[in-house]
């Protein structure tokens, strides 16, 4: 009898359909806007992260909850439950989920929607679309980055995207053609919040934030591509930006930090293209 199981990518923390072996690659991985490390290809399963890591759920506003890894796991993003009177959303996802992290979001209302920024972060995505009886939106511009197709992935087109509670998917690309980011109008005492993942990704300085083609290989993007993201977002109202991870937010006057960063970017690449006096 063979043993079946789900192997998770170390790096990048995306779960692969059942194998009796690992598989050989991670497309994720090796992918320029990734990387295979120097020891190779590494992988883990559920159970082994269930083993030695746990998860830090934590409130971050009222009706947002944020749920990160410890110790830190692969790109070591955080997700964010978003409460709704219609239903709960789970914006973005990672590797490692559990009974402990099950309860407590059930706790909070369950999650009815899975909604996720780019591949990078479809993680263990099916296993909790399962243990809530959730859906996943996807946007299908990025359909090839998914690992485990699974039934409850729904790949959605277009440019927005309405979800229960007044929410919206945001397609901006960038960083991938379908990257995506969630507007939620109740977020920060009503004044709206974007949920970004990094499509849209607060920096050091957080009156700033930046758009990447490749974060970990540091490779920009273009102009027109910056111009495209700032477009996306401008008809919302927001006031918050919370990023991928539990600091990369900013806490108020999103809107003009992604106004005066972006110029602050394209001046940047503008200014390499100037000739040498
Ligand atoms: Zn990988
Ligand atoms: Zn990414």
């Not at 992918?31 to 890591?53: C, F, I, K, M, S």
């Not at 927001?238 to 394209?266: F, H, L, M």
Request: negative net charge; charged residues 15%; aromatic residues 10%.
């Amino acid at each position: 009898m063979t043993q079946l199981t789900h192997f998770i990518c170390r790096t990048c923390g995306t779960q692969f359909p059942a194998s009796e072996q690992p598989p050989a690659h991670c497309p994720i991985c090796e992918d320029e806007r990734q990387y295979v490390g120097p020891n190779g290809q590494q992988w883990t399963t559920l159970d082994a992260l269930q083993a030695d890591h746990h998860n830090l759920i934590r409130t971050v506003e009222p009706g947002l909850t944020g749920i990160g890894t410890l110790p830190t796991f692969a790109i070591g993003q955080r997700a964010l439950l978003v409460q709704t009177p219609e239903g709960n959303v789970l914006w973005d996802c990672i590797s490692l989920i559990d009974e402990t992290t099950i309860t407590t979001l059930k706790a909070l209302g369950g999650v009815q929607a899975i909604a996720i920024s780019h591949p990078h972060y479809y993680s263990s995505m099916v296993e909790w679309a399962h243990a809530f009886d959730a859906e996943i939106y996807l946007h299908a511009a990025d359909r090839d980055g998914v690992m485990r197709p699974e039934a409850s992935i729904n790949f959605w087109v277009g440019e927005t995207l309405p979800l229960p509670g007044g929410l919206t998917l945001i397609r901006c690309g960038g960083h991938f053609p379908g990257g995506t980011v969630l507007h939620w109008p109740a977020g920060a005492d009503g004044r709206g919040a974007l949920l970004t993942g990094d499509i849209i990704n607060v920096v050091a300085d957080r009156r700033y934030v930046s758009f990447m083609y490749s974060f970990p290989n540091l490779i920009p993007l273009s102009p027109a591509a910056v111009r495209r993201v700032v477009a996306a977002v401008e008809p919302f109202a927001y006031d918050r930006i919370y990023s991928a991870w539990w600091e990369r937010v900013t806490p108020t006057n999103g809107k003009a930090a992604v106004q005066r960063s972006a110029e602050r970017y394209i001046a940047a690449i503008e200014r390499e293209k100037a000739p040498v006096a």
